[in-house]
C-alpha cells in the first residue's frame, strides 16, 4: 500500500499559496530540522520564482544537531539564507527580521532610487502540515504585534500582522505538500506527523524505523526496549521482539498494532535520542 501523498484539499491550499505569493516579497519556508531536505518544498521554488526565502530549520531542539549542519550548508551552498528556530521554546526568533531585511536590502535600494515610497517588507510563512508555521506566527507576533491592517488580496481581504514598522506578515501560513516521487520521503513525513496517521501504512512506517534505528542509533534503540537483537536481526523479528515485551498476545499474536504506534510514538517524543531522519551522506551515495 502507497501513502496518499496529495489529498484534494492539498491542491487547493497549494492554489491559495500560488495567489498570496503574489502578495509578498519574502517567504519564510519552515522545514522540520529533523529532516530539513524531505519537509523542504522543491516545487516551491518553481512557484516562487524570483521571491526571497529563508529557509527556517524548526524544531532544532529535536534534531541532530551535527547532521542537520550539514543541511544547512548543504542549503546555503545552493543560495539559499538558512535560520535556525525553536518556536515552541524560544523567545527570541527576532534575527529572522533582519534576515529578511538583509535579503530584500537592494531590491527596497532600488525602488527608493527610483523615488517609490517606503513600505514595510510583506512576508509569508509557508511549509508542509506540523512543521510549525502556527507556532512560528505566535511566537513572531507575541511581543512585536502592533495592529493589523486589510489589504485588499487576490482571493480575500487579507490580514496583515505588523512585525515592526519595517516588515509585516501575512497572518495565514500558506500549508503545501512536498512534491516527491518517493515513498521513503513519505515515511519521513509520516514519522514528523506530517501525514496524517489515519491515511498512512503506519506497518511500513514503523518498519522503515526499525530499519532506520538499526542503522544508526542500533544501541539507543536496543537499550531503551531492554531487547536481545543484534544489527542483523530482521526488522520483523525486532517488531515481534518489542510486541512481546510490552504487550500481551491477542488470541496467541503478538500485538503489532499496539507495538507499530509504539514505536512510532517512542520516535515522536525523542525516546531514541535526538535524530535527524536525512542522511547526508546516503543523499550523496543516492546521487552517483
Ligand atoms: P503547523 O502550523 O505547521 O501545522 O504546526 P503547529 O504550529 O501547529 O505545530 C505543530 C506541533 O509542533 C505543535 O505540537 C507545536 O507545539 C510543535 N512545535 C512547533 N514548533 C516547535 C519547535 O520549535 N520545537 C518543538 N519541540 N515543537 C514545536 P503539538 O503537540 O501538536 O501541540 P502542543 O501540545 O505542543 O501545543
Known sequence: MTIQWFPGHMAKATREVKENLKLVDIVFELVDARCPLSSHNMYLDEVVKDKKKVIIFNKIDLCDKKETAKW???????????????????????????????ELSEKFERMKAKGIKPRAIRSMVIGVPNVGKSTFINKMIKKNVANTA?????????????????????????????????????????????????????????????????????????????????????????????????????AGDYDYDAAIKLLIQDFRTQKFGLITLDKYEDMLAHED
Open 72 to 102: 544547512k550548508k548543504y542549503f546555503e551552498e545552493r543560495g539559499y539564507k538558512v535560520v535556525y528556530a525553536d518556536a515552541k521554546n524560544s523567545n527570541s526568533l527576532n534575527g529572522i527580521i533582519g534576515e529578511a531585511k538583509e
Open 150 to 250: 486589510n489589504r485588499p488580496g487576490v482571493t480575500k481581504k487579507q490580514q496583515w500582522l505588523k512585525l515592526n514598522k519595517d516588515i509585516d506578515l501575512l497572518d495565514t501560513p500558506g500549508i503545501l505538500m512536498p512534491k516527491f516521487d518517493n515513498q521513503e520521503i513519505g515515511k519521513k513525513l509520516s514519522l514528523i506527523a506530517s501525514i496524517k496517521d489515519d491515511i498512512t501504512p503506519l506497518d511500513e512506517v514503523a518498519l522503515y524505523l526499525i530499519e532506520f534505528l538499526k542503522k544508526y542509533h542500533f544501541e539507543d534503540f536496543k537499550s531503551f526496549y531492554k531487547i536481545d537483537i543484534s544489527k542483523d536481526s530482521e526488522s520483523l523479528e525486532i517488531m515481534q521482539a518489542i510486541a512481546k515485551k510490552r504487550f500481551k498476545l491477542i
